[in-house]
């Protein structure tokens, strides 16, 4: 019944189920209107489920509870609301820390690739190998660090304007969530070096450009805001990641070090 079939309430049939549905806290959300709904289906008995409909738009609250993942993921892939609704809110998917550490080693990786593509080195082969690795491990720390302040500029960002304006603070939890969930798109990094020739850069930009879409999508989602406010707090997150790149190089020129790396990256 699709990956959010089973994170649906079962009350039960006849007066108790429809008062415990009442009673029930309103943990799950309506994909097209985000209305709060304390289920997403009933399962009277023998596997006969009943899809709940909206109070408010009178539509299915989650139609993907009967779509196939894959249906769901090209959904997702499309940066349709609605799916990420369903991610977010219907399912309980606690693979975003996984997630996440995938994605950075797989722009370590192309960071590390790009190095020794552009270095040479006639030391001796144990030697190379460790200097090897070492700038692969550096190279995933720059990352992190990278990622890290991409996500305190969307933070801070929010954090004030939700202060500010609506006197309430944005749920934290969620938002990193949808921040690391929604960047998946840097698995596709792995096979753009592989694959590629001489278009790499240009095929990274792409990837660059399809993660903070969906990135802007994932932040309106989760906090329900504007799309003109999330596209505000991914750039805020960029001008702080930015900045942390600026230091990473002066940090570097500052050591001796070869910071051509960091000058040449595009992602």
Request: net charge positive; with cysteine; aromatic share 10%.
């Amino acid at each position: 019944m699709g990956m959010g079939g089973r994170s649906g309430r079962r009350p039960g049939k006849g007066v108790e189920g429809a008062a415990d549905a009442a009673s029930a806290p309103c943990q799950y959300r309506c994909v097209e209107c985000n209305q709060e709904a304390s289920e997403l289906y009933r399962d009277y008995s023998h596997g006969v489920l009943k899809i709940t409909i909206c109070k408010s738009c009178q539509k299915p609250v989650d139609k993907y509870i009967e779509y196939d993942p894959v249906i769901i993921l090209i959904n997702a892939i499309l940066c349709k609301a609605q799916a990420y609704r369903h991610i977010l809110f219907n399912t309980k998917i606690n693979i975003h820390g996984k997630l996440c550490m995938f994605c950075l080693l797989c722009e370590a990786y192309l960071r590390w690739w790009q190095l020794q593509g552009s270095s040479q080195s006639t030391a001796p082969d144990d030697l190379i190998r460790y200097a090897k690795e070492w700038d692969f491990y550096r190279m995933f720390a720059i990352a992190s660090l990278e990622q890290s302040a991409f996500f305190v500029g969307v933070f801070t960002f929010l954090w004030i304007k939700r202060s500010v304006t609506a006197k309430t603070r944005p749920a934290l939890a969620l938002l990193l969530k949808a921040l690391l969930l929604s960047s998946y798109g840097k698995l596709l990094l792995i096979p753009a070096v592989i694959w590629a020739h001489e278009d790499v850069r240009l095929r990274v930009r792409l990837i660059r450009v399809f993660v903070l879409a969906s990135n802007t999508q994932a932040v309106r989602v989760a906090l329900n805001i504007s799309r003109t406010l999330a596209v505000l707090a991914i750039l805020s997150g960029l001008l702080l990641e930015s900045s942390a790149v600026y230091f990473l190089q002066r940090m570097e020129w500052d050591l001796g070090g070869d910071c051509a790396v960091y000058r040449s990256q595009d992602f």
